[in-house]
């Protein structure tokens, strides 16, 4: 074999491996160029509802008691953030809704998890949790608040109540819809049952769990802002009673929007994780 030869065959690697390299830089750059250009167009609503928005309060078509421009929302969350309040009550919001969603979740995802594996567990209690299910949080809040009083506990409880249904729900459905055709491959490698649930059960019903957390964070948020706005002394449910209570609509303004932009943020975090977690799947699309 000659020099060159030689030469070649010992760079051929090399420049395989800068290739593949350059073609993943590639390809994340243009990712990142689709994902710039879906966020741009998904800008210009919001932008040409704002801008119309402002001019109708300037020009007066609009009362700005009730319905305040942009630019007075923008004034009041700055006076909001430089006093502390704002930092203190998302603070209180967002600690109530990890504990309850925390506990919530957790009994759900237990629950879901078991009943899903035996049959009798099901007759049992399924029934039961498919009616409490349906109770919406405005109709048991009064009665928790009964019983548990004013105070965190009660926040707490509406919280966690409202994130156990979805996660024991798609736990539950994750378990009972693997299929069939896998336990048949288990038996035939004399999986243990260890290995079944580990190796097999938990990864075929990973996809249904995922949505279930998604949906629980979600409800979880949602029995935030009935526990704060029922009653509460800190929070951002607090933040829009008072301004409720004063007739400031800025304030009930900026407490809403920090609903929104939080709450999505939240559901990116978890969609994040969906993709980072089921990529394994060749038919995920994320």
């Known amino acids: 074999m000659s020099n060159s030869a030689k030469v070649i065959q010992q760079t051929a690697p090399a420049l395989r491996s800068s290739e593949a390299s350059e073609g993943k830089s590639v390809y994340r750059l243009r990712r990142l160029k689709e994902k710039a250009n879906d966020a ?82 099901e007759s049992l209690l399924d029934p039961s949790f498919q009616m409490l299910r349906m109770i919406p ?24 109540t409202g994130s156990f249904f979805p996660m024991y729900l798609y736990t539950f459905l994750g378990i009972r819809g693997v299929d069939q055709k896998l336990f048949e491959v288990a038996q035939v490698l004399s999986f243990s049952k260890t290995k079944q649930i580990f190796r097999l059960i938990l990864p075929a019903s990973l996809p249904s ?51 929104a932009v939080i709450g999505k943020a939240i559901d990116s975090f978890v969609r994040w994780l969906e993709k980072s977690w089921l990529s394994w799947r060749d038919s995920y699309q994320g």
């Not at 210009?44 to 509802?49: D, E, G, K, M, Q």
């Not at 319905?67 to 909001?80: A, D, N, V």
């Not at 009964?146 to 965190?152: A, D, S």
């Open 40 to 121: 741009a167009v998904g800008a210009i609503l919001p932008a040409f509802i704002l801008i119309v928005w402002q001019a109708a309060g300037d020009l007066g078509w609009i009362s700005t008691g009730f319905l305040p421009t942009p630019l007075r929302i923008l004034e009041q969350f700055q006076s909001l953030l430089a006093s502390g309040e704002l930092t203190t009550n998302l603070a209180v919001s967002l600690k109530r809704a990890f504990i309850g969603f925390l506990i919530g979740g957790s009994i759900g995802l237990v629950f879901g998890f078991f009943v899903g594996f035996i049959q009798k567990l």
């Open 137 to 160: 949080h405005l109709a048991i809040a009064p009665l928790i608040i009964l019983w548990l009083g004013f105070g965190e506990a009660s926040k707490i409880c509406i919280i966690a």
């Open 209 to 259: 769990v995922l949505l279930g957390l998604r949906l629980s964070v979600a409800i979880s948020w949602l029995g935030l802002v009935v526990a704060e706005l029922i009653g509460s002394q800190q929070g951002i449910g607090f933040l829009i009673n008072y301004g409720k209570q004063n007739s400031n609509a800025e304030l009930i303004f900026v407490g809403v929007i920090l609903f």
